[in-house]
C-alpha cells in the first residue's frame, strides 16, 4: 500500500490517502497538484509535513521508475543506447548483461531503429518512448508516468496500456487527461484544488463527475 498521512507541499493538501496494488489512474484540472502528487510519490518532492510510505519505506527507499510530462526533461545521457542502458549501470550490472537486457528492451517496444541515434535528434513522442524504456527495463516496483500519453498516437497508446500490465511493477500510477484511459486503471484519485476530492475505483469515482469535462465519452452514450 502507498500511504498518504497529514501531506503539507507548497499547495497540496492530503490528510490520508491509500493507494492499493494495481494502475491507479490521477486526474483534475489543470494546475491542481496532480504533478506534485506525483512527484511525492516518486520521492523526487518531499512534503514540509507528513509521510508518504511506499509499503512501509520512503519513496527514495523503493526502485521507482518515473516518466516526466516534458520529454526533454527524462534525458540523463547523450545517446539512445547509453540512456536505456543508465538504470542497469547504477545497479552496476555486468555489461553482457546489460547490452542483452537493452537489445531486448527495444525490440519489446519496438524502437530498436533507434539504437544508435542522439537523444536530441529524437521527437518528442520518440523521447517519451526510451525514457518508458528506461523506467521499464530495471523493473521497478512503481512506475509513475505523468501525462506521456498526450505524446503518444492511439495505437502506442493502446499498446502502453497492455505493457504496464505487463511490467511487472507492483504499482503503476499515472497522471492522464485521456478519461477512456482513466476508465481501464484499477483505482481513481480525483485531484482539485491542491487536495484528493474523491478517491475510489472508476465505477465508484466517475458517477460522480458525470456532470463535469472528467467522464468518459463511451460512458455517456454507451454502446
Known sequence: MITFDNIRYRHLAIDTLAIAPGVTSVIGPNGSGKSTFLKLCAGIAEPDCGTVLVDGCAPRETEIGYVNEFPDRNILFSTVTDELASPLRFRHTPCRETDRSVR??????GITRLLDRNMQ?????????????????????????????????????????????????GY???????????????????????????????????????DTPFYPFSWRWPV
Not at 143 to 163: G, P, Q, V
Request: aromatic share 4%; with cysteine.
Open 104 to 109: 531486448a528492451c527495444m525490440e519489446t517496444m
Open 121 to 169: 535528434d529524437l521527437s518528442g513522442g520518440e523521447k517519451i518512448l526510451v525514457a518508458l524504456a528506461a523506467a521499464f527495463i530495471g523493473r521497478p516496483r512503481v512506475l509513475i508516468l505523468d501525462e506521456c500519453d498526450s505524446h503518444l498516437d492511439a495505437d502506442r497508446c493502446a499498446w502502453l496500456n497492455t505493457a504496464l500490465r505487463a511490467s511487472g511493477a
Open 172 to 210: 503503476v500510477i499515472r497522471c492522464t487527461q485521456q478519461m477512456e484511459t482513466a476508465a481501464e486503471g484499477d483505482h481513481l484519485v480525483y485531484i482539485e484544488g491542491g487536495g484528493v476530492v474523491h478517491a475510489g475505483t472508476p465505477a465508484a469515482v466517475f458517477p460522480l463527475l458525470a
